[in-house]
């Protein structure tokens, strides 16, 4: 399974980032079941196509460095990749900054129910690996709002359920409920946007 690959470096890692330091460096390929777009002749490369039209989410997600613990969680997720492959399904990708993430009391895998019902052993073994999945992606689902443009005060259910909206504050955006502002806006793309943010929303 390939969730078995990142979890455990994660879980025996001193930090994040010497995890993503194992892993290789590349662009969102998933196995390729057919492009949303044909390859242009004008693009001799695969970086930067020249029509900005035809790039989509999966395309950019990587490209930012200070977010790519997040893009790499979301890959462990087959449908929530093949979301920000497909041109017809529009979405706003909230993803914190790697430091926010790497400095949270507790792993988006780590769910403080788990440790008082199973104690230490809560992410051991095959059930405590499954268990340790669906947390990561109840944290991976509830940055990924389907809905862009997404407009202020707009009250939209993200792939976890819980709703979202934002609000402007002093020129930024405020994503809530938390107060969690958007340093910035990474990426706007045919299919959607990526918003940095500077914390991470609640995730359990
Ligand atoms: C998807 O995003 C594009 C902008 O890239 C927009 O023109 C289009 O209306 C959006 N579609 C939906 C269903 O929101």
Known sequence: MRYTNLIYPLLAATSAASV???RPQQPLQQP??????????????????????????SDVLGRDRSI???????RDFAYISQRFED????T???????????????????????????????????????????????FVEAHVVPASP??????VKTL???????????GAKIIQPGNIEVSSIASKVYNGEVWILKGVRNYA
């Open 20 to 22: 993503l330091a194992q």
């Open 32 to 57: 390729n079941l057919g492009p949303a777009m044909p390859p242009t002749d004008s693009s001799p490369s695969t970086s930067a196509p020249a029509d900005s039209d035809t790039v989509i989410l």
């Open 68 to 74: 790519n613990i997040f893009a790499g969680f979301t």
């Open 160 to 170: 976890a359920g819980g709703e979202v909206w934002w609000e402007s504050r002093d």
């Open 92 to 138: 706003t990708i909230l993803a914190p900054v790697n430091s926010a993430i790497m400095a949270l009391p507790r792993k988006p895998w780590e769910d403080p129910e788990d440790y008082d019902r199973l104690g230490d052993q809560a992410y051991e073994g095959e059930k405590g690996e499954e268990r340790a999945q669906r947390n990561m992606r109840r």
């Open 150 to 155: 997404w407009k202020e005060g707009e009250k």
């Open 87 to 90: 041109s017809a399904l529009n």
